[in-house]
């Protein structure tokens, strides 16, 4: 049964943060796709972190685990799961294990669009892309298997470029959100992904933050400051953040924080207490205690490990 939010009127003042925006490479303007392969043994590529921009974006497993982010849900993907990225959503993912990889396969909508007005574009292709139609971010490995094939397929068409490789590249693209559909469809209680899918229900009310975090995680910030960016009142924030993300606010912002640590450690150089304060930690030693908590390693090991 739905009940009415809980949560206070938006304030006045209240105004959209700025977002994490980037700026995708896509080499062909008038074929707009770029495949990336993210793998954790790569300094350069070995994460995707918390951004948005225009285009759609699939995301599939191939190696180990990573943790997936797709608007406020986080959710452990092991090898053979996907997730899909609907335009203008915040998402991330970071490997979780050794020899962890991933394909990134980002395209614009005009993969997508039939300017004939058939059936595809109107039942299902406009509502996607106004957000009147949301698919699941997140498929296991099992339901995903069709998926993960149409998608692969497109890659390998894609990097080889052999003539034609267009026609069977988007026909993958929309094989594999036809499937979608069908899984989103039989599981009415996942929560749906799409471009307003961070707009509705208890989602909408910390997206505000989880946009501003994305770009000043660095930055000290409490409960009350939170929940004024989301207009809402400290108790509230307290419950629907949890209930969004599935964790607290201060374990959501170490993670942020971690993660950032990862791609300065990474890069080699650095001392440690340097990357604590670059992240947000005055503390050295309290930076080192979380990120052993997350990571297993201390973070001086983890250095010497990735460079």
């Known amino acids: 049964m739905k009940t009415a939010p809980l949560h206070d009127p938006p304030a006045a003042d209240c105004k959209p943060e700025a977002r994490r925006r980037e700026h995708t490479e896509i080499p062909d303007r008038t074929f707009p796709l770029n495949v990336f392969r993210i793998r954790e043994s790569d300094p350069n590529m070995f994460c995707i972190p918390p951004h948005w921009h225009e285009h759609l974006e699939w995301i599939v497993v191939t190696r180990g685990r990573f943790s997936v982010q797709v608007g406020a849900s986080l959710r452990e993907l092991p090898a053979g ?11 991330a993912a970071f490997p979780l294990e050794h020899g962890s990889e991933l394909q ?14 058939d059936h595809t574009e109107t039942r299902y292709i406009r509502p996607l892309l106004e957000g009147r139609l949301r698919l699941r971010a997140f498929y296991e490995p099992g339901e995903a298997e069709a998926i993960r094939r149409h998608l ?17 590249v988007k026909a993958s693209l929309l094989s594999a959100l036809g499937l979608a559909l069908r899984i989103s469809d039989r599981s009415p209680a996942e929560k749906p992904s799409g471009r307003r899918s961070a707009e509705t229900g208890t989602d909408s009310v910390v997206y505000p933050l989880l946009l501003h975090l994305s770009e000043h995680f660095r930055e000290p910030i409490g409960v009350r400051e939170a929940a004024r960016l989301c207009c809402v009142t400290p108790t509230y924030f307290c419950h629907v953040f949890k209930r969004s993300t599935g964790r607290t606010l201060t374990e959501y912002v170490n993670m942020l924080r971690i993660q950032e640590a990862e791609v300065l450690l990474r890069g080699g150089g650095r001392p440690v207490q340097e990357i604590a304060q670059a992240v947000g930690y005055a503390d050295a030693g309290y930076f080192a205690r979380v990120f052993r908590k997350f990571k297993g390693v201390s973070p001086g090991r983890y250095g010497r490990r990735g460079s």
């Open 152 to 168: 692969l397929a497109a890659v390998s068409e894609y990097r080889a470029g052999e003539p034609g490789f267009e026609l069977l």
């Open 104 to 117: 990134a396969l980002v395209f614009g909508e005009a993969l997508l669009r039939n300017h004939a007005l």
């Open 81 to 91: 799961g996907c997730a899909l990225v609907n335009a203008a959503q915040l998402h």
